[in-house]
């Protein structure tokens, strides 16, 4: 997938037209900046301009433009109540773009969050813990605390603790 900076410009501006943003629409700036590291994307208030990270194209078109909605959103908020943030200002102009369920973060979606972690667990003993997609079906004691404690060798003292992950929606 290859979008262009004039891909991402004549998105924002049929956006901010569909919402009746035009006065908005003819200030917008948006380009992709190679710079970016974990940021998704960041808007500038004061300049209009927003900046785009390249490695977000790696996750698909859809994760390209509901970044780039999320934040027309900011610029949005700005322009209309001098609202930075993601309050409630942010929340609205999202509801109008079409992204009602858009997340207040900036980072990319890292391929962690696609495989979710569902079991933690935890050495009460160092307090080290670890996350696992499965549950361990056998006991499992921590290794560091075995070494530390009772040269190398497995003991029930250092059973790891086991908690489900609360798993988020998306
Ligand atoms: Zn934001
Ligand atoms: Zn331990």
Known sequence: MNISSEDLHT????????????SLSKRVEIDWNPRMRSTAGRANLQSNT????????????????????????????????????HGADWKKACLDLSIPNEKATHTLPLPS?????????????????????????????????CKKY????????????EFPLVLDSK
């Open 50 to 85: 927003i900046e785009m990270n390249p490695k977000l194209q790696a996750f698909g078109e859809a994760e390209v433009y509901t970044t780039v909605l999320h934040e027309l959103a900011h610029l949005i908020a700005w322009s209309r109540s001098r609202h930075r943030g």
């Open 150 to 161: 009772n040269k190398g060798r497995y003991s029930n003292r250092f059973l790891f603790d």
């Open 11 to 22: 998105f924002s501006i049929d956006a901010l037209h569909r919402i009746g943003e035009r």
């Open 113 to 145: 969050r696609r495989q979710k972690k569902k079991w933690l667990y935890k050495c009460s003993t160092c307090k080290v813990s670890i996350q696992r997609v499965r549950k361990i079906k056998r006991k499992t004691a921590c290794v560091a605390c």
